[in-house]
């Protein structure tokens, strides 16, 4: 690895001067940069270490709101409460992420600002409609998670901004969600293919209102299957809908054959992945 | 550019200074003589670097000595201080050491686990050293040292 000028500031406020001053790259956990450092793939003159801004720590809940600072762990989110009750499914895909030694340190905005279309938090959190608050000397921005990313690695992005928290409306009423995800393996492996699932539902957790769905890794970013959400908006699931919305969110994956997985096996697995999620409503395995 | 950075290890203060991109494993192995922790594929995969960091688990080959600035550091030098603890003991008497590469990193994975949750199931001890590779035992022998030290405290 090439040595590099290193920054670290401790408040908010000098970090977004740095960044200004300094092509400086941003180092928070480090498990995506110090990989890519150590592979040579990346080579930066300057890092900015923002691991000791303890004001981007949080997840906290406000009027209906839930705002997570971009340097909460992946442990964080497993753990917290208020993530476990109103999105489950992110929690899951927390704890899916990695090993305890890489959640332990690993953050939600790193996850992001990586912009990989397999990144795990990043399927639920669309599934939430989240927006992304970036920040520069000059001003802030607030986007919505889908605008974020436009393509594999890539962001909309400026080099003097600082991404410092994520927030969604929670959503309200009774709940169904999942997160899927195949891999080689349980642990240490990155996603194939990964399937958010949200929906608001009646009491009977039959009925369903509003159905978001995000595919992970099956196209250059994470994507809704919109198809396949209206399909099952405001209606049961039963047995012939969860074959027909798979059948359905197959058809909307538009995955590209790479070193982990073929066109086809994804485009499967994808609908596949949808089942198995909705299936266990069915059997009541989840309520 | 070189920095200096004080770093809390076992209990005691050390200051060095070393290139800005020193890892935190390059620190204890290279710089201060701490060979408990080992590099075994440098990226996060294989937890043969394992150390605990505020108490929690890290891949010490995954962070700059720079991170840790100000943290308490726990390494396998430190936590068999004063004589081997129960967990070291049952990993012997169990078999779960062979080669031995893995047991540091695989130790203080347990030692992380049991200080958050003094009464795992076996379900939590697996996912626990999920980031720990051994390529002898085979887990089996692990996991009976993990239970064998529950058992016995
Ligand atoms: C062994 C291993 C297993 C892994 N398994 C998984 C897995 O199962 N699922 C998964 O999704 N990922 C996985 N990852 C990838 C990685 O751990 C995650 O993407 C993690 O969330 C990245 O967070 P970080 O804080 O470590 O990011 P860093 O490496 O610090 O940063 C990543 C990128 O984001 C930028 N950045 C970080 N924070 C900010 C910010 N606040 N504002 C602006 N830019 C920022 C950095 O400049 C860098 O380009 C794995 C990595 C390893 C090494
Ligand atoms: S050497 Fe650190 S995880 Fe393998
Ligand atoms: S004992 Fe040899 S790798 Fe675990």
Redesign the pocket.
């Known amino acids: 690895m090439r040595d590099f000028k290193y920054f670290r500031p401790r408040t908010l406020k000098e970090a977004l001067s740095i960044l200004t001053q300094e092509r400086a790259?941003?180092?928070?956990?480090?498990?995506?940069?110090?990989?890519?450092m150590k592979d040579g793939l990346?080579r930066p003159e300057s890092v900015m270490d923002?691991s000791f801004l303890e004001e981007?720590k949080f997840i906290r809940e406000e009027e209906g709101m839930v705002t997570i600072g971009?340097?909460a762990?992946?442990s964080m989110l497993e753990r917290s409460p208020i993530i476990n009750t109103k999105a489950p499914h992110l929690a899951e895909a927390s704890r899916?992420?990695?090993?305890p030694q890489?959640r332990n340190?690993?953050?939600?905005?790193?996850?992001?600002?990586?912009a990989?279309p397999?990144?795990?938090?990043?399927p639920p959190l669309y599934t939430l409609e989240a927006e992304l608050l970036l920040e520069s000397e000059k001003g802030s921005r607030i986007v919505a998670i889908e605008e974020f990313f436009t393509g594999p690695g890539q962001s909309i992005?400026e080099p003097h901004?600082?991404?410092?928290a994520i927030r969604f409306k929670a959503p309200r009423g009774e709940l169904l969600t999942f997160f899927q995800k195949l891999?080689q393996r349980k642990a240490?492996?990155?996603?194939k293919v990964s399937v958010a699932f949200l929906a608001t539902c009646a009491a009977d957790k039959k009925f369903l209102r509003k159905v978001r769905i995000a595919l992970g890794a099956v196209a250059p970013t994470v994507i809704r299957a919109r198809e396949v959400e209206s399909f099952l908006e405001n209606g049961s699931i039963n047995e012939e809908m969860v074959d027909l919305a798979a059948k359905l969110c197959s058809e909307e994956a538009r995955p590209i054959s790479d070193i982990r997985s073929t066109l086809v096996y994804r485009k499967k697995v994808t609908g596949e992945l949808l089942k198995r999620g909705l299936s266990q409503f069915i059997e009541g395995v989840i309520s | 550019m070189k920095i200096d950075i004080t770093l809390r290890i076992n209990g005691r203060s050390c200051t060095l200074s070393v290139p800005a991109k020193t890892t935190l494993l390059e620190a204890l192995r290279d710089h201060l003589g701490l060979v408990g922790a080992k590099e075994g594929c440098g990226?996060?995969?294989c937890g043969a670097c394992t150390v605990l960091v505020d108490g929690k688990a890290v891949?010490s080959c995954?962070m700059l000595a720079a991170q840790a600035e100000g943290k308490e550091i726990l390494t396998i030098e430190g936590l068999s201080q004063g004589g081997p603890t129960p967990l070291q003991r049952a990993f012997v008497e169990e078999g779960a050491v062979q080669c031995g590469y893995c047991t540091p990193g695989m130790i203080m994975s347990c030692e992380a686990l049991l200080r958050e949750n003094p009464n795992p199931s076996e379900e939590e001890i697996k996912e626990a050293i999920s980031?720990n590779l051994c390529r002898c035992t085979g887990y089996i022998k692990i996991l009976r040292a993990v239970k064998k030290a529950l058992e016995e405290r």
């Not at chain 1, 790259?25 to 890519?36: M, S």
């Not at chain 1, 901004?161 to 410092?164: A, D, I, N």
């Not at chain 1, 240490?188 to 996603?191: G, K, Y």
């Open positions: 790259k941003v180092l928070a956990g480090g498990t995506d940069l110090l990989v890519k990346l923002i981007l971009a340097l762990t992946h899916s992420i990695g090993s890489i340190v690993a953050t939600i905005g790193g996850n992001i600002v990586n990989s397999a990144g795990d938090s990043l992005i901004e600082l991404l410092t891999g240490l492996a990155i996603s | 990226k996060g995969e891949n995954l980031g």
